[in-house]
């Protein structure tokens, strides 16, 4: 039986009003992203690249066309299946990190096993072995707050991971933190997309983040310009 | 997930708002702490004054006695009535009483008012204060005998002293004017001048037979119970014991309804002013949530994100509510505690603002103002103060629950 790719999407429209002006955030795209990929969405601002996150992440809907993840026509789904489906099968991180303030390291990254209602013990060893390979063991009882932005984004990549998800939207996840820390940030997923097979899906204007694609789709006006698959 | 620690995190994000709106709370338990206290104190002190100066809580009299009062209107088996009503469950005691107008006379001088004929070996002074307010002499002793007790104002109107003749005229069961002759066993003093000026008491035996009602006749049986409240309980049930023949059964409701009807005024007033603190209170609760909701919103749309459900956000906000009404309630207790035992134990006498002797309709009001609350005004003051918070914090969780993830997100 043939694999459904992780993410497709036929045809897919998204147009919206800003005042009196039509915009036409996503137009007539076809996209396919199979499983295992390191794939990166760029392109200039308004491009449309958010927007594919936020509609393949099942925060929008498509104005016409159809979404697919792992064969999962999003649009047949209610809001209580797209909710299920957001927690057990896609991983978010952000640009501002978005961690709860006032949960720990620990217990953000805990946040959707927690949801899913893994029991207590399991949740305790899935966490803490995420937190030791992200490399925040011994921070776990740390705050947002008390943690530098590199280390915010390590719980907010943990707390992505650790549900096993199918796909993984990174939303310009290395805008905040400085050069090293971006780098360090990209070597931990490279390396649990090569050992884990976790697929990404970047949204980025970062060079370095390309650089480290294994394919780069390069948009404009929500229309695909160039689709370039590395070896 | 662990709700209730991550909403009481959120509530320590702003302490201080927390806490203010926590002391309004606490504040509003204080509130109705007070006017529900003073109102079951002195509501209760009214009823039991007022059954104490001849009314009872229940009363079984004759037909249409209560509308319009005659002494040619009598319980044949008043004595009757009074034992079967005594041995009721619930009944603390029941007395067989006349009670009716007269004019009283001394040398030159008279004066009309109202005589209440008594049985000294039953009546107790639990249940009569005019036997508490003897100042002179004491009750005479026999039912059958011709001693009188006067109020101090009557025996002051009438130059009357202790073993002095009083010559009482009333109209007996057949409407003709008789009279009889006393001599002064005590004078009584309530402080109520136009209670002391105008009633006197005499024996029971002696005006059944001054009236002609026979050995059982009675114009009512006063019936005191414990607990106030329970009177029209009482009475439906004394009703049904008693059946149907030549009396009727009311309670003081019926009895003094003008009262009934004060007390019913100055409840209902009280419940809107605490209903109206209340609702000032929950906009204060309100408006506390919804501006944590308002500058929560994109934490709220990360977390529907991350697959939280939007019962969950709402059943999380819910909960910062419920903890700061559970807060509110507790610092309510704190503050609320050292006010309601002074005002249980000592209160506030405003008896130098009003006087001891005031009254309302000829019942003596107690110038201590004093707190006590009924299990059941407790429980609504926790209850209504609990019910408030929550109903502030529903529509900030409902918004909450309705924060589109993407929206939030955009911002990011």
């Known amino acids: 039986m043939v694999e459904a790719p992780t993410v497709q999407l036929r045809q897919v429209s998204k147009h919206y009003t800003q005042g009196q002006v039509a915009v036409k955030a996503v137009d007539a795209l076809d996209l396919t992203i199979a499983k295992g990929e390191f794939t990166v969405l760029c392109g200039p601002s308004g491009s449309g690249k958010t927007t594919i996150l936020n509609l393949i992440g099942a925060l929008d809907v498509p104005t016409s066309g159809t979404v697919l993840l792992e064969g999962r026509d999003l649009g047949s789904l209610g809001r209580a299946e797209l909710s299920r489906l957001r927690r057990d099968r896609i991983g978010f991180v952000f640009q501002a990190y978005n961690l709860v303030p006032v949960l720990t390291a620990y217990e953000n990254a805990e946040f959707v096993l927690a949801l899913q209602n893994v029991p207590k013990e399991e949740r305790h060893q899935r966490v803490m072995a995420l937190l030791a390979e992200v490399g925040l063991a011994g921070l776990e009882n740390r705050r947002p707050d008390e943690l530098s932005g590199g280390q915010q984004q390590r719980v907010a990549i943990a707390r992505a991971i650790v549900p096993n998800p199918a796909v993984i939207l990174a939303d310009e996840p290395t805008a905040n933190v400085d050069s090293a820390t971006a780098d360090t940030l990209l070597g931990l997923m490279e390396r649990l997309n090569h050992e884990k097979g976790i697929t990404f899906l970047f949204s980025t204007h970062d060079q370095r983040v390309m650089d480290r694609a294994h394919r780069i789709i390069r948009l404009q006006d929500g229309r695909l310009l160039d689709d370039e698959v590395r070896e | ?412």
Do not use: C
Request: glycine share 12%.
């Open chain 2, 1 to 412: 997930m662990p709700f209730f620690s991550m909403a009481w995190r959120n509530l320590l994000r702003s302490k201080r708002r927390t806490l203010i709106t926590a002391t309004s709370v606490a504040f509003g338990v204080f509130l109705a702490v007070t006017f529900t206290g003073s109102g079951d104190y002195s509501y209760t002190d009214l009823i039991n004054t007022s059954a104490i100066m001849g009314f009872g809580h229940v009363a079984v009299e004759p037909p249409g006695y209560n509308d319009t009062p005659s002494l040619a209107k009598w319980l044949t088996h008043g004595a009757d009535i009074r034992q079967r009503v005594a041995a009721v469950e619930g009944v603390s005691a029941a007395y067989s009483r006349i009670t009716g107008q007269g004019l009283f006379a001394s040398g030159a001088k008279s004066v009309g008012g109202v005589f209440f004929a008594i049985d000294p070996e039953l009546e107790s002074p639990a249940h009569n204060l005019f036997l508490r307010k003897i100042k002179q002499g004491e009750l005479f002793a026999d039912s059958n005998g011709n001693g009188i007790v006067v109020g101090a104002k009557m025996a002051e109107k009438l130059n009357l002293r202790l073993g002095k003749k009083v010559i009482y005229t009333v109209t007996d069961k057949d409407g003709e004017m008789v009279s009889g002759v006393s001599r002064v066993a005590g004078i009584y003093k309530t402080g109520d001048d136009m209670v002391d000026g105008a009633l006197a008491i005499l024996p029971l035996g002696r005006m059944r037979r001054v009236l002609g009602y026979g050995e059982q006749g009675a114009t009512m049986v006063n019936v005191f119970i414990e607990d106030q409240r329970r009177a029209t309980a009482m009475r439906h049930k004394l009703a049904k014991i008693l059946g149907g023949g030549e009396h009727q059964v009311l309670s003081w409701k019926q009895t003094q309804a003008d009262m009934a009807g004060l007390i019913a005024i100055d409840r209902a007033s009280n419940y809107i002013m605490q209903v109206l603190v209340g609702l000032l209170i929950a906009a204060g609760i309100f408006n506390t949530i919804f501006m944590s909701v308002l500058e929560r919103g994109r934490e709220f749309g990360m977390m529907m994100a991350l697959g939280m459900r939007s019962g969950q956000v709402v059943r999380l906000v819910m909960l910062e509510s419920v903890l700061i009404g559970v807060l509110g309630l507790l610092l309510g207790l704190i503050i609320t505690a050292p006010w309601y035992i002074y005002m249980y134990n000592t209160g506030i006498d405003f008896s130098g603002l009003i006087g001891d002797d005031y009254s309302a309709g000829g019942v003596l009001i107690d110038p201590v103002m004093k707190l006590r609350l009924f299990k059941e005004s407790v429980i609504a003051i926790l209850g209504g103060v609990f019910g408030l918070t929550l109903a502030a914090g529903i529509y900030p969780a409902w918004r909450a629950g309705r924060v589109p993830p993407v929206e939030s997100i955009k911002v990011l």
